[in-house]
């Protein structure tokens, strides 16, 4: 098969944004894939970030604007990795410019927003995904797969966590995503949350209630001139959902924990699942990432069993199957699947997270904040 070319821009030259690119150039890491794509173009205000795109040689057209790249007709796909206020006008104006897009999470800065992009998206023809990586780790994968089978038995309890201690440190100067008009309201959930629903909710595991323990530890942080400004975004949250009978195929209804740390402390940057049945469980973390742990009972003994998944994601790659993945190779598996998909050709595979998934997230989101004002478990 003659892969197909896929002439990508990408608005928000930044961390993000840079990460998409590198995962273009080594593209030929994946086996019989049926798009190629390349960057060719970067949009960013920002002369710095659009100077690092000079070392990429596919990259033709360096923009200050975004809707310079909505007006070509030579883009196939556009890469939307922005602060989250920009999110609704940006994905909104793309969606209805018909132009298939990837938009970073948490696809608008609240859930109105996301109700607003999620209308645009559904009332286009473009192909939409949202960006959700951590899925495609192979140990998360066969967690997923293990879930779904139905092995768990009745499903008693399921969590979702992800934890990193970037803001641990209180010198740490204020960013956008430290301040809650351009992070959200939702804070850390806003930055974070996505990546722990993705999984839950492509199971069926879709909460009826949510109970939110919402902390923000540090208020103020340095500004540009070293001046404390306030920092008033959450930095942690705990929710404690109920999901209700007849979500699952277990027809019974079960407790869920979504975690989302900004200061954990000892946590790098930990994507971790886990779920638990009468007949069966699994857990995996990125932490170790090699390894998967299953539960079952067996000869009357309740036995956790550890299971490597080598190096086998949704597409296969020339890497040997027993050598390490890391966070790059997910968001380049995530990028496998989004294009296979747009090319009808993801088959059986795992989809990325569609902009239902999202908005179904910032249902939760919202909730969250409704319970952390009134201290009572509150009703999506
Ligand atoms: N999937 C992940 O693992 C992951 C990780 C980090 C961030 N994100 C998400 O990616 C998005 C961007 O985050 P980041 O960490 O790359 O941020 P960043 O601050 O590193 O980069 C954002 C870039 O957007 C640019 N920008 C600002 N206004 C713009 C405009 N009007 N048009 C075009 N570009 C503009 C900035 O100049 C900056 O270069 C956010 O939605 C964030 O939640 C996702």
């Not at 003659?2 to 150039?25: K, N, S, W």
């Not at 992800?162 to 008009?181: P, Y």
């Not at 940057?269 to 079952?296: I, K």
């Not at 390490?324 to 380049?332: Q, S, T």
Request: one cysteine or more; aromatic letters at 8%; proline letters at 6%.
């Amino acid at each position: 098969m003659t892969p197909r070319p896929v002439r990508i821009g990408i608005v928000g030259g930044g961390l993000m944004g840079r990460e998409l690119a590198v995962v273009c150039g080594r593209w030929p890491q994946l086996i019989d894939h049926p798009a190629a794509p390349r960057v060719v173009a970067v949009a960013d205000p920002n002369p710095v970030a659009r100077d690092w795109f000079r070392s990429i040689p596919t990259v033709e057209t360096f923009a200050d604007d975004w809707r310079e790249l909505i007006e070509r007709d030579d883009i196939d796909v556009l890469y939307l990795a922005v602060p989250h206020n920009l999110h609704e006008d940006l994905y909104v104006a793309v969606a209805e410019a018909g132009i298939d897009f990837l938009g970073e999470k948490p696809f608008g800065i609240d859930l109105a927003a996301a109700g607003h992009i999620v209308e645009a998206v559904d009332a286009s023809s473009a192909f939409v995904r949202v960006s959700s990586e951590m899925p495609f780790f192979p140990g998360a994968q066969r967690a997923i797969s293990y879930a779904a089978s139905g092995a768990l038995g009745e499903i008693l309890d399921v969590r979702s966590q992800f934890a990193h201690s970037s803001d641990i440190d209180r010198g740490k100067g204020i960013n956008w995503k430290r301040r809650a008009e351009t992070c959200g309201e939702i804070g850390v959930m806003g930055d974070l949350g996505m990546h722990v629903a993705h999984v839950p909710l492509r199971l069926g595991y879709q909460p009826e209630t949510v109970y939110a323990m919402l902390d923000n530890v540090v208020l103020e942080r340095p500004g540009p001139d070293g001046v404390l400004v306030p920092c008033d975004t959450w930095d942690n949250a705990l929710l404690a959902c109920r999901v209700p009978s007849g979500s699952t195929a277990t027809d019974r209804r079960f407790s869920m924990l979504w975690e989302t740390r900004r200061i954990a402390p000892g946590q790098m940057n930990s994507w971790s699942f886990e779920a638990l049945g009468m007949d069966g469980g699994v857990r995996f973390s990125t932490r170790t990432p090699t390894t998967l742990q299953r539960f079952t009972r067996r000869d009357g003994e309740q036995v956790w069993e550890e299971v490597q998944p080598g190096n086998i994601s949704v597409w296969p790659m020339v890497s040997g199957g027993i050598f390490e993945f890391g966070f790059a190779d997910a968001l380049m598996q995530m990028w496998a699947s989004y294009l296979a998909e747009r090319e009808g050709e993801l088959g059986e595979r795992f989809g990325t997270a569609t902009p239902a998934e999202a908005l179904a997230s910032h249902r939760v989101f919202a909730a969250a904040l409704r319970s952390d004002l009134s201290g009572r478990a509150e009703t999506l």
